[in-house]
């Protein structure tokens, strides 16, 4: 539980829930936005201070921390305590029988220095990723002088690399703001807690700079101590980014591994033949181990920490970034690190139902985009731009469940100069109060539609976002878009729960589900790969769909080759996938219903789905909605009519009827006003709820409404950049119309 109550920090009204960033020189401007925006905090930032003149004003007083790299002293002088991970080296093609290895070739030799205080014999592996065989250690060595490793008796043309350990030199977060806001001071590293000499010194660090630190009402931890996977090409630019548990390998760490667990912990299981474990991977039982050791070590280490600072009279915030790895917000143990404040990083709807769900008792802040960093603000539109696109996707989902507190990170120089800025913020601050007064932080009016999203991850992957195929082929940088159905689900008034395979194996389903989405791409975590393959589950669901549930597949659903089907749920979906082992299959004919319900309100050239999907129809008698052509050589088929030759076409959206359930595919659902509606239209149509449509219910798809029967309030709010208008239907039937401007949003009384 937290020590503080949520409701004592920051009051909805004309002034409060915003912590405004701050620095030294800039005390007068400090003191104008403060009052400008309402705040009822400020905070530093990675590489500025507050100056004695803002300490004496008595605000409330945020103190950035990372402990990690706190002492640059302590990790120079202990090299040994750096975080360390393992990286594979490159490919290379054997073309001789001695074969050389340059282990950082690619990387960027500012960040990794290559581990030679334990025996690489010891914990390297030397791979033949031709045959997947470990090459023996005796036929291979690691100069230190070259940084390279000889393989001798390499097989011709067989591929090799090596699983090597490195310390990182260079902590990510500190190297991405020398890049990114031209730091000239020196790089630091960070040390690794699990270490014991570090352990102890960084709990004497912490009790120094909390006696020196009287101003702080509030330790923002930025984050614990492991980062996210961030790795760097010989340019430093990223080549690898990912929330995964491979920044935070330590010797003491593997050895407490095999001492729990009872076996060895390999190089490979962390490599993962290259693929670091990627969260578009499902993981394996030795990653899952390694997982729950080093969460387990996260926790009792940081509920220490925070047991420190509750002493000293402040209040702990865990910012949910940078060096979160260990830390689960949706584990049963997360209560036990006693945090007050939960900060998030947020440019969508989906981060705000991220921190907004978690189960707990602690305040709730977002740290809004754009950050006040240099590379931003090209100039002031610049930054209105991408805020005004953040905030109604932010401004949706808060309107389902919102935050407590809202504020910005950077340095406020940055954003001073550019003054239509500043309004700008001004107003969207006075916007958010007053979403916390009418809302009165009470639950919305929701429809009876209990929606399950069923994953490898469950609950532990509370409203997490997993990356597509789809995603990559439309992003311009390593960082994909995250529009997924699941920004669609964000703002939709329904109630939303995760759960794992297991979760169905070991309890079936909840009683109170009305609708199951499964959805991603084969194989991976999001849709469940081989986890399809196990009769208790499919057989489970087929039961619970047939005797009247819902099931919604987006994408690949279901989907694991076996048996003479991709979509194992074929059956209850009504279409299966073509992966080339049934081409000689005669396709079933289907009926077209392109005003169905779920469409009413689908224009026909709305974009379902960006790349085409081979799927078919496995049953007859399924509705297709929306098909999709694709281009045929008609010179290699046989057609009688060359100049009229038969389209060929995919299923894009199709329903199906499944004992008394229902049953909807979908070939992809990326966010837009449109496909949000869609989804909704779905989960009403599979829970059998239709009628209940038009209830608190917008007739303009790119506008909201919110109803909040606690408080006596409604909103109506504009997702678009153009005027809009809309009727309103309240639930008891009654109509009202609204004209409205630009992304504005407008409260009204419910009676």
Known sequence: MCVQNKAKFGKAANKGAITLPSEVGKEKETIKLFDLWGADAIRDSDGTQLSPEILKKGYPVYSTLCLVRLDEQWAKTHPEELIQKYLMSEQIVATTKDLEIDLLAKYFRKKYQVDTIHNPKAWWEVIN???????????????????????RNARSFNIYTVNFLVFQTWDTTSMYNHIANKWDAEPKGSVDPFKKATREHLLQLLDTWLETHPATNVVRLTSLYYHFALDSNEKGNPTFVDGVYTDCISIDAMLAFEKRYGYKLRSEDLVDQGYYNSTSRISSRAYLDWKTLMHEFVVEYTSEIVRRIHKAGKKAALYLGDHIIGAEPYSDDFKDMRMDILIQACHNGLWVRQVSDIPSDCVTELRLYPYFFQNIFINGENAISISIQNWVKI?????????DRIGYGGYLSV?????????????????????????????????????????SEGRAGTWKHSSTIIEKSLSVD???????????LAGLPVEVIFRNFTDIEKSGVEEDVTVIINAGDAYGPSSGGENWTNKKVVSTIREWVY?????????????????????????????????????????????????????????????LSPLYSPVFPHTEGIEV????????DINSINC?????????????????????GRAVYIADLPYSYQNG???????????????????????NPKVDCAAFPQTGWFAVANLDSETQTTTIYKENGETIGFDLAPHEIKWNAMA
């Open 415 to 455: 954003a001073l100069p550019h003054q239509n800025f500043i309004d700008h913020i001004t107003g969207l601050c006075n916007e958010f109060r007053e979403l916390l007064d009418k809302s009165g932080k009470t639950k919305p009016y929701a429809y009876p539609v209990k929606v399950m999203i069923l994953n």
């Open 677 to 699: 509606r869609v989804l909704l239209r779905a989960l009403l149509w599979t829970s059998n709820k239709e009628k209940e449509l038009e209830n608190w219910f917008s007739t």
């Open 625 to 632: 909605i929306r098909r999709k052509e694709f281009s045929v």
């Open 395 to 403: 401004r949706r989902a808060m309107l389902r469940k919102t935050v």
């Open 478 to 488: 390593t960082e994909v878009m995250q529009d997924s159905y699941l920004e669609c």
């Open 640 to 660: 009688f009519d060359k100049k009229n030759p038969p389209k060929a076409t995919g299923i894009v959206m199709s329903t199906n009827q499944y004992g008394k």
């Open 129 to 151: 990723r031709t045959t997947a065989e470990v090459v023996p250690v005796s036929d291979w060595d690691y100069n230190d002088n070259t940084g390279k490793v000889t393989i």
């Open 547 to 607: 005797r009247g549930g819902g099931f919604i597949g987006i994408k690949e659903p279901s989907a694991c080759e076996h048996q003479g089907r991709f979509f194992q749920l074929a059956d209850v979906l009504g279409v299966d996938k073509e992966t080339g082992n049934s081409i000689r299959r005669t396709v079933l004919l289907s009926k077209s219903n392109p005003d169905h319900f779920i469409a009413e309100e689908l224009s026909a050239d709305a974009e």
